[in-house]
Nanobody
Framework: QVQLVESGGGLVQAGGSLRLSCSAS????????MGWHRQAPGKQRELVAI???????TYADSVKGRFTISRDNAKNTVNLQMNSLKPEDTALYYC????????WGQGTQVSVSS
């Protein structure tokens, strides 16, 4: 069974940076995308960034110009470089392996103080 393991969350001051990583186990050949979603207390889970195997990227408007997603197909990993962090970025960040797998990681906490 495929599993996802996230790392890299933490507590930073506004304007700081964090780099999230997610590794998928097993053989993966046909996923449409890997990416990141986040959920803040009292809010719905929302898309942050996704990237297809071919390198097509979609970002949420709120993170464009600040976050960069990348993927290594050979290693089945996806990374999210987060710069110029804001307090409103505070959330639990989940790695996602998209269709047909539809698997989610356990989440890694990102907290940004002002």
């Amino acid at each position: 069974q495929v599993q996802l393991v996230e790392s890299g969350g933490g507590l930073v001051q506004a304007g700081g940076s964090l780099r999230l990583s997610c590794s998928a186990s097993g053989s993966i050949f046909s996923d449409n995308y890997m990416g990141w979603h986040r959920q803040a207390p009292g809010k719905q889970r929302e898309l942050v960034a996704i990237i297809s195997r071919g390198g097509i990227i979609t970002y949420a408007d709120s993170v464009k110009g600040r976050f960069t997603i990348s993927r290594d197909n050979a290693k089945n990993t996806v990374n999210l470089q987060m710069n110029s962090l804001k307090p409103e970025d505070t959330a639990l960040y989940y790695c996602n392996l998209g269709p047909p797998y539809n698997i989610w990681g356990q989440g890694t906490q990102v907290s940004v103080s002002s």
